[in-house]
């Protein structure tokens, strides 16, 4: 196993992933905080869990929309596919777990 240190929307995280995976999470990192960014941007949804499962909703109908060919998943083992949504929803488990405060 190997330990990512991550940023999503300004917010670090510890990451864990099966050794070989780390390329795999680091793209579902940066994929999952431009999307969140871009809902904080808006300035419509406020709070980070809201923020996050809008995300969430967004990127499962990006996944459910997507014809073989086409987005960002396109070219995408069903192997692959899998991987990429166990990191997403590993990076949401997280970002929706209550944070230790360290003051």
């Known amino acids: 196993m190997t330990q ?6 300004g ?4 990451l864990v992933c099966k050794d070989g995976e780390q390329a795999t999470l ?7 905080d431009e999307k969140m960014c871009a809902i904080r941007d808006t300035g419509k949804i406020k709070g980070n869990d809201r923020i996050a499962v809008m995300a969430a909703l967004g990127i ?3 996944l ?9 998943f396109a070219g995408m083992t069903i192997a692959e596919w899998k991987q990429s949504i166990a990191a997403m929803h590993d990076v949401l ?7 230790e405060k360290l003051f």
Do not use: F, K, R
Not at 11 to 14: A, E, I, M, R, V
Not at 64 to 72: A, R
């Open 4 to 9: 990512l240190n991550v940023n999503i929307m």
């Open 11 to 14: 917010h670090s995280y510890t």
């Open 26 to 32: 680091l793209q579902a990192v940066a994929y999952l």
């Open 60 to 62: 499962a109908a990006e």
């Open 64 to 72: 459910l929309s997507t014809q073989p060919g086409e987005g960002p």
């Open 93 to 99: 488990d997280e970002a929706l777990a209550p944070q």
